[in-house]
T-cell receptor
Framework: EPEVTQTPSHQVTQMGQEVILRCVPI?????FYWYRQILGQKVEFLVS????????KSEIFDDQFSVERPDGSNFTLKIRSTKLEDSAMYFC??????????FGEGSRLTVL | DAKTTQPNSMESNEEEPVHLPCNHS???????IHWYRQLPSQGPEYVIH???SNVNNRMASLAIAEDRKSSTLIRHRATLRDAAVYYC???????????FGAGTRLTVKP
């Protein structure tokens, strides 16, 4: 069964450093998403991406965040200057059309 | 996305049916009802979705009230692996910012 894969599974970084989280969506999917989940809290929408541009973003997705689909297969989330409160599990998801989202297993980010 | 209300937690016994309720009294005509679940230490997983008619798939059944102001996710035989947080989400057609609420934490007892 096709799946969404994310790397790294866990990243530890120092506050102020840049972080890039990578995702390989399911190959024929057109819509891509990033969500985050702070430990013990709910899953929060960050951004959706379609046709090489952001289609929706939440209030969390400020200028510190950016997304890119650099090569037609990867979908990346960049955090420019990490803060302690960015520590969370980050989930990538993709969907073919308006329907079910397929989520990856997540990348755990720890900011020290 | 319009608001949904779910109980914070529910318990079930293994091999018995589970009915997870969701209220969405402000649902609009173009809102689809989606259910996802999140097993411990995993990403969310799609369960089922519907618009007006009841839906069945290999994972569950979705019963939608005639006025669409509520719905119920049904697992016909709970297993221990069904212990998870279940999310009921309204998603407007064409809307790409599907947002999760707090969900219902289901505990399954052996």
């Amino acid at each position: 069964e096709p799946e969404v894969t994310q790397t790294p599974s866990h990243q530890v970084t120092q506050m102020g450093q840049e972080v890039i989280l990578r995702c390989v969506p399911i190959s024929n999917h057109l819509y891509f998403y990033w969500y985050r989940q702070i430990l013990g809290q709910k899953v929060e929408f960050l951004v959706s991406f379609y046709n090489n541009e952001i289609s929706e973003k939440s209030e969390i997705f400020d200028d510190q965040f950016s997304v890119e689909r650099p090569d037609g297969s990867n979908f990346t989330l960049k955090i420019r200057s990490t803060k302690l409160e960015d520590s969370a599990m980050y989930f990538c998801a993709s969907s073919g059309t308006f329907g079910e989202l397929f989520f990856g297993e997540g990348s755990r980010l720890t900011v020290l | 996305d319009a608001k949904t209300t779910q109980p914070n937690s529910m318990e079930s016994n293994e091999e018995e049916p589970v009915h997870l309720p969701c209220n969405h009294s402000t649902i609009s005509g173009t809102d689809y009802i989606h259910w996802y679940r999140q097993l411990p230490s995993q990403g969310p997983e799609y369960v089922i979705h519907g618009l007006t008619s009841n839906v069945n798939n290999r994972m569950a059944s979705l019963a939608i009230a005639e006025d669409r102001k509520s719905s119920t996710l049904i697992r016909h035989r709970a297993t221990l692996r069904d212990a998870a947080v279940y999310y009921c989400i309204l998603r407007d057609w064409g809307n790409n910012d599907m947002r999760f609420g707090a969900g219902t934490r289901l505990t399954v007892k052996p």
